[in-house]
C-alpha cells in the first residue's frame, strides 16, 4: 500500500480524488484510518479505498495526515511510528511539532487551497531534511494532480496562506462587489453574478500571459471608462484594503503556528 490516509475531510478528499482520476494512485494503493469505524467505513465506500484498522496504517509506504489540528493530538499516538514518511495538510501545525508526536522525522508539510477542489490549488511544500528525495517526488506528485505545487520554506507558510490559502476568499468578496455594482447599474441580480465570474474567470486566463499592471493599462484607455473606475478604487483605498487582507490573514497563521507549536 502507497497511502495511508488518516482523517480524509474535505480537502484530503480533493487531494484524492484528483490523485486517483490523474493515475497517480490507484484505489488499491490506497486506505483511510479514522478513529470512528463508521466514519473510517463511509469514507472508504465514497472512494473506493481500503479501510484500515489501527494495524494497517502501519503497512503503508506513507502516510496523510488529513485530520483537523485539534484532534492531531488524540490521533498521533494511534498512528505514531519509528521510521516512516509522514505528509501532513494540517494548518498551523509546525513540521517538527509533528515529528515529535508520530516518531519520525521523515515528515513534509503541504498546504493545499480551496482551488484543489477544481484541480487548480496552489500547494506549498516543505519538508524536514530527513525525508527522503523519493518522498519529496511522491509529495510532488501527488499534489501535481491537483494543481501547482510551490516548494518554499517552512518560515514562508503564514505568508503563503495569507496570499493563497486566504486568497480565494478575497477574491469572492471582490466577485460580490462587482456584481452588487452590476445590480446597482441596472442588472438583474442572476446576469450580474453571471458577468462578474466570467470577468474574473477572463482576467485568471489573460494573466497568464501579461502582468497585472500591463493587463489594467491595456483595459484602460486614455480618458475611458476603466480608468475612472481604478480612479474610484484607488480613491477607496480597494488596492491598500487587499494588502492590509493577506497581511492580516498571514499574521492570524502565524498566531496559529505558534498554538500547533505548544
Partial sequence: MKLAIVGAGKMGGAVLTGALRAGVLESSEVGIYHPSDRRRDEMA?????????DDG?????????????????AVAPLIARRGGCFLSIMAGVPADAIA?????RRVLRAMPNLGARVRLSSTALAGLPEATAEDVAFADDLFSAVGRVHRIPESLFDAFTGLAGSGPAFAAVVAEALADGGVRAGFRRDVARDLSRQV????????????PADLKDEVASPGGTAIAGVRALEEHGVRYGLLR????AAARAGEL??????
Fill in 257 to 262: 503556528s505558534d498554538e500547533g507549536e505548544a
Fill in 45 to 53: 465506500h465514497r472512494f473506493g479505498v481500503r479501510a484500515l484498522d
Fill in 245 to 248: 487582507a493577506v497581511e492580516e
Fill in 100 to 104: 515529535r508526536r508520530v516518531g519520525s
Fill in 200 to 211: 474574473l474567470l477572463a482576467t485568471a486566463r489573460l494573466l497568464e500571459d501579461s502582468g
Fill in 57 to 73: 496504517v502501519d503497512t503503508a509506504e506513507r502516510v496523510l495526515i488529513g485530520v483537523k489540528p485539534q484532534a492531531f493530538e
